[in-house]
């Protein structure tokens, strides 16, 4: 069992920035994994946010490109995700997601959440 656990969450205004952090129990090779950022806004469904590959590989989705940006630093088993020029719109529950099998994509593991609230 993998444990996820977020940070950095918090009520700030359109525009403003924050950066979130997930840091993993995993005692294998952390750089061997995929991870992610989802979100879940009241009444919505769980979207994807951004995902980095075990290769480097990142992908965004559209709603956060130029915005977002995911990175992971492997010797601390922790991934980022720097949120700049925040919207009102991005205002949800951010979780960190990992893969349960080294080079997967399909996440299995979950964090608990943080939450993100952004004011107009």
């Known amino acids: 069992q993998v444990q996820l656990v977020e940070s950095g969450g918090g009520l700030v205004q359109a525009g403003d920035s924050l950066r979130l952090s997930c840091a993993t129990s995993?005692?294998?090779?952390?750089?061997?994994?995929?991870m992610g950022w989802f979100r879940q806004a009241p009444g919505k469904e769980r979207e994807r946010v951004a995902r980095?590959?075990?290769?480097?590989?990142?992908d965004y989705a559209d709603f956060v490109k130029g915005r977002f940006t995911i990175s992971r630093d492997n010797t601390k088993r922790t991934v980022y995700l720097q949120m700049n020029n925040l919207k009102a719109e991005d205002t949800a529950i951010y979780y960190c997601?990992?893969?349960?099998?080294?080079?997967?994509?399909?996440?299995?593991?979950w964090g608990q959440g943080t939450q993100v609230t952004v004011s107009s």
């Open positions: 997601a990992t893969a349960s099998a080294p080079f997967s994509s399909a996440f299995n593991y």
């Open positions: 980095i590959n075990w290769n480097g590989v990142i």
């Open positions: 995993r005692r294998t090779t952390f750089s061997r994994y995929a």
